[in-house]
């Protein structure tokens, strides 16, 4: 049963480029979020996708855009990319229970350097 | 959604002793999940307390949550250098986002 899986693994981007990052979520899940780590700190919530709508979002800037598949799939699109945006970028996915807590799988996440 | 703080920020013990964690938050929440990291795993769920238990284990973690401090803890006994890691703590109030701190990075020495 394949967990989470994120690609590319790593990816050098120049300033003011776009950059696409994918994500499939673990086998039977349908609810895919997405987070930013910067070196040294925490995962930082940037959006969550259910049923192919964004359902919640993070304090994160319209640069910051995602869609979802009829698979479930997941991208995570970052425009006019600054040196900020040089961060660890995970995808965690989940199955939606109607209960107040689903257990989020990470993935390994994509390493993303700005220059 | 909140982020817990965890203390200390790092952590240095040798293998097989225990390891004691803390967590503060600030408002109520349904629920509490610890969080490791590392390079080799990356980042796994580890355990969940709900708001009505006051103590979980699970193989050698021991959760303990007191809501009327907000405060949990995560003790991990006889530790292995495996366990090399940063550890968070999240508490959580609604389904969804989850809100991660800074970590606790525990490094343990043969």
């Known amino acids: 049963d394949a967990g989470v899986t994120q690609s590319p693994t790593h990816l050098i981007k120049t300033r003011g480029q776009q950059v696409t990052l994918r994500c499939s979520p673990k086998s039977g899940h349908d609810t895919v979020s997405w987070y930013q780590q910067a070196l040294g700190q925490g995962p930082q919530f940037i959006f969550q996708y259910y049923e192919e709508e964004e359902r919640q979002r993070g304090n994160f800037p319209d640069r910051f855009s995602g869609h979802q598949f009829p698979n479930y799939s997941s991208e995570l699109n970052v425009n006019a990319l600054l040196l900020g945006d040089s961060a660890l970028y995970l995808c965690a996915s989940s199955l939606e229970s109607g209960d107040s807590y689903n257990e989020q799988f990470f993935g390994p996440g994509t390493r993303l350097t700005v220059l | 959604s909140q982020q817990g703080e965890e203390d200390p920020q790092a952590l240095s013990i040798q293998e097989g002793e225990n390891a004691t964690m803390n967590c503060s938050y600030k408002?109520?929440?349904?629920?509490l999940q610890w969080y490791r990291q590392n390079s080799g795993r990356g980042l796994v769920h580890l355990i969940l307390?709900?708001?009505?238990?006051r103590e979980k284990h699970s193989g050698r973690l021991r959760v303990t949550l007191d809501t009327s401090k907000k405060s949990s803890s995560l003790l991990i006994t006889a530790s292995r250098a495996a366990d090399t890691a940063s550890y968070f703590c999240?508490?959580?109030?609604?389904?969804?986002?989850?809100?991660f701190g800074a970590g606790t990075q525990v490094v343990v020495t043969p």
């Open positions: 408002t109520s929440i349904n629920n």
């Open positions: 999240v508490p959580t109030d609604s389904w969804g986002k989850l809100q």
């Open positions: 307390i709900r708001s009505n238990e």
